[in-house]
Structure formats: C-alpha cells, structure tokens
C-alpha cells in the first residue's frame, strides 16, 4: 500500500509558475514509477507527465512540454511539478499517482493522491 499527499497548489496569474510536490508514505516509493494527472471541472481526468522509478525517463503530454518538469526525489519520498508559464486552461485539480511502470492512462495506476487545486487567472 501507498499513500500519496500532494500540496503545492494555489492560485497564481497567467505567466506564473508552482511547484507541486507528492509525498508517498508505505511501501518502497522508488519501486514505483509516478505520474501527474489534472482534471477540470467537467472533463476527463488527463494525463500530465510521467517518470520512471529511477528518474531516467520522463514523459509528458503535449500540452505542457517545455512549460512543466517532473522529477523527483527517492531519498525523501516525494516527487515533483515544476510548472511555468501558466495559463488559464492550466486550471484543474492535479493528482498524483503511482504505477509499476510510467503509462500514460489513469486507468493503469494503483495509487492516488486526494489533489491539490491549482488556478491560473488570466
């Protein structure tokens, strides 16, 4: 078992940037690869990045590459987003989730957070 706390979120102008962290607690997190998803009031959950357990290998969706990093740390249980260059429709609840291998879908994650809101004015 894994439990995921993400915090971090807020409210910040459009250009802005947050950093979002996910702390796990339970069993091995550096066992656990770790994804990012955000939903938005009436959409679909969607996928945001992705890393691999050892942090060699991160994936992200095209709506946000180049504006937001994943990373994380193994020696503190916590893995983070970096986001730049904000904008509105980067308003969402954002979860963390943790998986055996970085895929892309939320339907292959055994783990998740309770989400933290991010909101982006314009």
């Known amino acids: 078992q894994v439990q995921l706390v993400e915090s971090g979120g807020g409210l910040v102008q459009a250009g802005g940037s947050l950093r979002l962290s996910c702390a796990a607690s339970?069993?091995?997190?550096?066992?656990?690869?770790m994804g990012w998803f955000r939903q938005a009031p009436g959409k679909e959950r969607e996928f945001v990045a992705a890393i691999s357990w050892s942090g060699g290998s991160t994936y992200y969706a095209d709506s946000v590459k180049g504006r937001f990093t994943i990373s994380r740390d193994n020696a503190k249980n916590t893995v983070y987003l970096q986001m730049n260059s904000l904008k509105p429709e980067d308003t969402a609840v954002y979860y963390c989730a943790a998986a055996s291998r970085a895929y892309y879908h939320s339907g292959q994650y055994d783990y998740w957070g309770q989400g933290t809101q991010v909101t982006v004015s314009s």
């Open positions: 339970g069993r091995t997190f550096s066992s656990y690869a």
